[in-house]
């Protein structure tokens, strides 16, 4: 039973590293480079670069995204693959699923239920 113990407060402090250098990882500023769209027909992709969107995370947990014309932001959280994002008193939370993140590029896959089960991919780079 000892044993157990150990083991289940070793994975749970692994858990927490984990997503502390996930954050640690995402602050900072990134710009979205290319957007994937796949859906049950094929994929479609569309370059980003020229528009210069970008999204700061910043340590606050406050989450900053521009276009050059429109401004949003927004709270986020990490929860072990997870990225969060909300608005305080919003209704409703977007849930992307970290699947790269490292110092110099960032994906995002949201799933999109209500445009034929469609999922959208977000690839950043780090501009800063």
């Known amino acids: 039973m000892k044993k157990i113990l150990i083991a289940l407060a070793f994975i ?9 250098n996930k954050e640690k990882a995402i602050i900072g500023k990134w710009q979205n480079v290319m957007i994937i769209t796949q859906y049950q027909g094929g994929s479609d992709s569309l370059d980003m670069k020229k528009a210069k969107d970008f999204t700061t995370f910043r ?6 995204i521009t276009n050059g014309k429109k401004e949003a932001n927004s709270n986020y959280f990490i929860r072990e693959n997870t990225l ?4 305080l008193g919003g209704m409703d939370t977007n849930r992307m699923e970290i699947i790269m993140l490292n110092s110099k590029k960032l994906s995002l896959k949201m799933d999109l239920p209500n445009f034929e089960n469609s999922t959208m991919i977000l690839n950043y780079e780090r501009v800063d």
């Open 84 to 87: 969060y994002s909300f608005k």
């Open 12 to 20: 749970s402090i692994s858990f927490v590293s984990c997503n502390k």
């Open 59 to 64: 340590e606050d947990k406050t989450l900053y």
